[in-house]
């Protein structure tokens, strides 16, 4: 890999025992890290496997030793599919801690209580299915089990997502190796900040990789070099010997649907009538091996086979040296049979388990055949699989499994588990379906699908001051209520009216501009996800241009996403399900700073969707695709739902939303009289003929080679709030919101403390003025502002920070 690739690692000493290198054949990431102690695609002995997990597992229980009220009797482990779910069940057994893995194998009628994706891999989908739900729901440390720690984004996405359901305070990841960077480990700490807990790491060993700019180059010319795995020599069949263990009813075979103390009681003294039941089956062939002897696991049932492996090598003679254990795989790596690299031979196979996400893809088994060293030869094979995998496909054919294990040792024993089926609850749970309008929203079925759930029923809102007071205590997020609906003065709503004269053309320009440049960028087959609800009107606006001017009738959808717990996973499972990930571009309205669009790339890494945000008005400097990067006043930013459909902005609260169902929002007709959405879409609209030449010259100006940079983001405007929140004394850049949008956000929803104003800033302000005039709020006139207005936020906010009517206090303080 050093020679040939430019790969090398780097770090701790131990890190050469722990990892080797090899390549993928998979143009996300060419190179893959080879444990030497994880019993995948190396076969090693059981005690090192084991041993490394365990060696894990206390370490955790050292680290919460000192923390009585997270104590470790309370841990739960969750280990990931496929490679680490051996791993992960070691590191419980060393911790004494309940276990359960994710699992890429749905259980029909078993509602997965979450799911995530896996950056860089070659199969994403995970699912969380435990037997009991109630197992993720405590409140004691959770543990995080990986097989490396590359990037953090699995982890960040597994931590969002259980986070928004089950809020813990303590997490703990664990893993073999640690090969994060600088960055990687500032975004970790970051979102633990972000969440408010405690996070741990606990690994082995820590590095890191070198790469060469073009290894994904290098490494497509060696594996075209290579070419195809070389078949093992033709070989009489050896005998297959077919074992009927005695596993003990009811014992999972694993912690694919939870594995707790009990079951962990139960296996471990089941586990020596087992290992004498293979034993039998091994001294009992008379090959010419040298008496080595590999236990094989399948997949994710990587666990019980290593047990079995360790019982097996402590009942045979000399089994410590003679017995070694690894495990198939769905990662499809270059075999070179060299002494310098990690994975020597391959054996490729169809798969044999009947999978729901894949059926047609190869499995493998590296290091299996012994390939031109002699002494690698195993002379038995065990190979251990659950009763799901033990089918035809397993047996027949060239292909097969069992046969080509037959050519490359003298014995085969084949030992089947019955694989655990945890009961599925009465019925099917019923998919998530789209609301449309006039039921669900004033805006009509063809401009909008809302992947939402409806909560118009149910009581959310609650008073400003008091969400306030519970957002900034931690006591709660700010998406699991609502805020009273503001319901403006005739005076401000004149302002609005006002507003949208002025404006509407120059919003029109920009609607054209971004709509010409995705058309151009993406093609005819774009499909619009808004973010709910402030990019929803400007999702109608975009399809509405893309009707009028090329015929094109986009789909487009309102979805959700909630800062600090990302995209609603069940509206991203739905448009995967109905449309092509690349086609989707997500739509916003403006950027304020630019927490969403760094909130949209992290919830979308690995999955196939496109991160790249189109919003109208770019102030932030994040984002590539937009209309304009001025500040200046979008009317649907003066009002609420009156001007987005009549629905609320959206909650996630885990007793109202389970984990199939879209993020959830309210439709509130009883303010119908004062709906002005659909004359907001059709002011802007009117506008379209007029401003077209300009859309597509500004388009074709946006795409011109020369202008590349024009469109690169710099992220100015995070550095602006950095520098006030630093200024004025304020400790989190959540309570920064810049831009006239988000200022206008903060004096209808929040507490606001005061408004800086750029200098000569015009009637753009005009509503922010008068807002502030109403709530008290001093608007402070600064220079050297790169938006039009920002907004703060109480920074110490309590209900003694307010008077009576609920408007600001100025103190001293203050």
Known sequence: MAERAGVALTGSERLPELVGLALRENRKRAHLLVSTVLGKHVPQRPAVVHGAGLELGRRVRELLAPLPEESADRAVVLGYAETATGLGHSVADGLDAPYLHSTRRPVPGLTPVGGFEEEHSHATSHLLLPADPGLLAGDG?????DDEFSTGTTVLNTIRELHANHPRQHYVVVALVDLRGPADRRRLADTAAELGVRLDLVALADGGVELPADVLDRAERLIAEAGPAPEPPAAPAAPLVRVDLDWPAGLPDGGRHGFTREHRARLEAALPGLAEQLAAAVDA???DGDGRVLVLGFEELMYAPLRLADALAERLPGGTDRVHYSTTTRSPVLAVDDPGYAIRTRLAFPAHDDPADDSSRERYAYNVAPGTDPARRFGTVVLVVDDTADTPALHEG???LLGQLRRVTDRVVLAVLPSHRPTAPAGPAAPARPLY??????YRADEVAWLLKDLTGVDLEAPTEEREEAVQSGGAHYAESLPVEYQPSPEYQELFHQALRVSARRIALAVGTVAETLLRERGPGLVLASLARAGTPVGILIRRWLAAGHGLDAPHYAVSIVRGRGIDPAALRYLDAHHRAADVVFVDGWTGKGAITRELAEALAGTG????????????????????????????AC?????????SRTVLRSDLIGPDDFHGAKHY???????????????????????RAEALAAADRFLAPEHTEERAPDWAGWAAVERISTEYGIDSVNLVKPGVGETTRVMLRRVPWRVLA???AGADLDHVRLLAAQRGVPVEEVDDLPYSCVGLIHPRYTRGATGASGTAVLTKES
């Open 758 to 760: 750029r200098r000569g």
């Open 398 to 400: 060239e292909r097969a």
């Open 669 to 691: 007709t009883e303010l119908a009289g004062a709906d002005v959405s659909g004359a907001f879409l059709d002011t802007v609209a009117d506008h379209f003929a007029d401003v």
């Open 141 to 145: 440390p959770l543990v995080l089990v």
């Open 609 to 636: 969707f496109d991160p790249d945000l189109a919003v109208l008005a770019d102030p932030g400097r994040c984002v590539r695709t937009f209309g304009t990067r001025d500040d200046f006043l979008i009317p649907s």
């Open 437 to 442: 309008g006039p039921e669900f929203s004033s």
């Open 285 to 287: 062939g008379d090959g």
């Open 639 to 647: 009002l609420n739902s009156t001007v987005s459909g009549l629905v």
